[in-house]
């Protein structure tokens, strides 16, 4: 006879368990905290359809689950073209003041190099975003007002667009100033700006002068 409590093997005539002593003579149940519990059928889920698909059983959310449905990508508008400033009421400059009131609107560069060449030359190159003309001239000539010197007859800022290469014509403008110009017989300060390439058919050329001061001239 086996022990209901500890399931120690016993003889049929054996009144007490050899193991744990307790009484197994009689037909007793153990006690319902040790009797095994049985966990309760659960039912199958329901079997159907999903919308669209065929034999596949649905597929039901648990609890606290919301069913997410797929929804579309959302398409970004198509961007709107970039407005391009148009030039001020005075361009392009026909005064010199005009020409300084215009280097306000003028775009940020880096300088590619700067060096001497003959003829008491000082050619500047500047790289800065490719832009309308007249952007171009203001640039130019705050590059002129930045890194001119007085002991240099000329000064050349030659514009370049990004990633350009340096060792080619300028592609971004270009101006050439003369400090000790001659007019005939008169001694003038020159500015000579071209845009673009300077040949293209959209090029613009200015050319400005000014008198040198009484005082400042020089035979």
Request: net charge positive; glycine share 8%; with cysteine.
């Amino acid at each position: 006879m086996r022990c209901p409590y500890c399931g120690q093997v016993n003889t049929d005539a054996t009144r007490y368990c050899l193991r744990c002593g307790r009484a197994i003579g009689t037909v007793q149940q153990p006690p319902l905290s040790m009797r095994p519990q049985i966990a309760p059928a659960v039912p199958p889920p329901p079997t159907g359809s999903r919308p669209g698909g065929r034999g596949q059983p649905a597929r039901l959310p648990g609890p606290g689950i919301v069913e997410a449905t797929a929804q579309p990508a959302a398409t970004a508008p198509p961007g709107e073209p970039v407005a391009v400033p148009g030039p001020p009421a005075g361009f392009p400059p026909k005064t010199l003041t005009q020409l300084q009131e215009l280097a306000t609107a003028a775009l940020a560069y880096t300088v590619g190099s700067s060096k001497r060449e003959a003829g008491n030359k000082k050619v500047v190159d500047i790289i800065y975003p490719s832009c309308p003309a007249w952007q171009q001239v203001a640039t130019l000539y705050k590059a002129l007002s930045e890194h001119d010197e007085e002991r240099y007859d000329s000064v050349v800022i030659r514009g370049f667009r990004e990633e350009s290469d340096l060792s080619l014509a300028f592609n971004n403008g270009r101006l050439t100033f003369d400090r000790r110009a001659r007019l005939g017989g008169q001694l003038i300060r020159r500015y000579l700006i071209e845009t673009h390439r300077g040949f293209e058919v959209d090029s613009l050329r200015i050319v400005l002068t000014e008198e040198w001061p009484a005082e400042q001239r020089r035979t």
